[in-house]
C-alpha cells in the first residue's frame, strides 16, 4: 500500500509576490498578486495539469484571502479565477475592493 499523501499546504512567498499550494512538497499552484498601499491586488492564478480536479486552486485562493484579511489588508480581484471566487463566497465582500481603471493601470506599471 502507498502512503496517504498529506494535506495540500498553502504558504505566502513574499519575495516572489505571490501564495503558492504545495502537494506532499511540491509547488503544484500558484496565485500572483502586487501590493497597492492597503490593497493585495491578485491578478494571475494557476494549478499545475498534473494537479487539476482536486480542488486546490479554490483552497489556495481561500486560505490567500484568509492571510490578506488577517494581514488587515483589502483584496482587489483583477485575476478572472479571484472574481469567480468572490462572487460564489461572500464572506470576504467587507474587505473586497472593485477593480478600477486605475488598479488596472497601476498593475500594468507594476509589472512592465
Known amino acids: 500500500m502507498s502512503q496517504p499523501s498529506a494535506a495540500p499546504i ?6 516572489r ?11 503544484a499552484g500558484l496565485t500572483a498578486y502586487r501590493d ?16 487539476a480536479g482536486q480542488g486546490l486552486a ?7 484571502l484568509t492571510d ?10 483583477v485575476c478572472p479565477y ?6 460564489k463566497h461572500d464572506e470576504f465582500a467587507d474587505i473586497t ?3 478600477t481603471p486605475d488598479v488596472v493601470q497601476w498593475l500594468e506599471a507594476e509589472l512592465g
Open 58 to 64: 479554490s483552497q489556495l485562493v481561500k486560505e490567500a
Open 36 to 51: 497597492r498601499d492597503a490593497q493585495r491586488v491578485f491578478y494571475h492564478t494557476e494549478v499545475d495539469d498534473a494537479f
Open 68 to 77: 490578506v484579511r488577517n494581514s488587515g489588508k483589502r483584496i482587489v480581484p
Open 97 to 99: 475592493d472593485p477593480v
Open 10 to 15: 498553502v504558504e505566502r512567498k513574499d519575495t
Open 17 to 27: 509576490h505571490r501564495y503558492e499550494i504545495l502537494v506532499d512538497g511540491k509547488r
Open 82 to 87: 479571484v472574481a469567480k471566487y468572490l462572487k
